[in-house]
Nanobody, 126 residues
Framework: QVQLVESGGGSVQAGGSLRLSCGAS????????MGWFRQAPGKKREGVAV???????SYADSVKGRFTISKDNAKNSLYLQMNSLKPEDTAMYYC????????????????????WGQGTQVTVSS
């Protein structure tokens, strides 16, 4: 069974940093497309960042320049380094994976991802 487990969330003040981690098991296509999504209360789940097989990345405009996605294929671990955090970054953050090779990973389409972790809460106070 595919299992994705996030960790690293917490409460920080605006301007602070956090590093989220996601460990994947039972998943054959980790070396291809992987992503981070987030969902705040009353809002839709949105794609924050994705990373493709060749290391290419795509970010939501709201986090570009502040967040960095990376992965270690040997460890089946996905990371999200979050710097200069803002109160609007407050949300539940989810690690996500497609069923297999996606048509276009960098589009960050929620419908392309079928495996999800339980989420880790990030709270940024002003």
């Amino acid at each position: 069974q595919v299992q994705l487990v996030e960790s690293g969330g917490g409460s920080v003040q605006a301007g602070g940093s956090l590093r989220l981690s996601c460990g994947a098991s039972g998943y054959t296509y980790f070396r291809y497309c992987m992503g981070w999504f987030r969902q705040a209360p009353g809002k839709k789940r949105e794609g924050v960042a994705v990373i493709d097989s060749d290391g290419s990345t795509s970010y939501a405009d709201s986090v570009k320049g502040r967040f960095t996605i990376s992965k270690d294929n040997a460890k089946n671990s996905l990371y999200l380094q979050m710097n200069s955090l803002k109160p609007e970054d407050t949300a539940m953050y989810y690690c996500a994976a497609p069923r297999g090779v996606t048509w276009y990973c960098l589009a960050r389409r929620k419908s392309d991802f079928v495996y999800w972790g339980q989420g880790t809460q990030v709270t940024v106070s002003s």
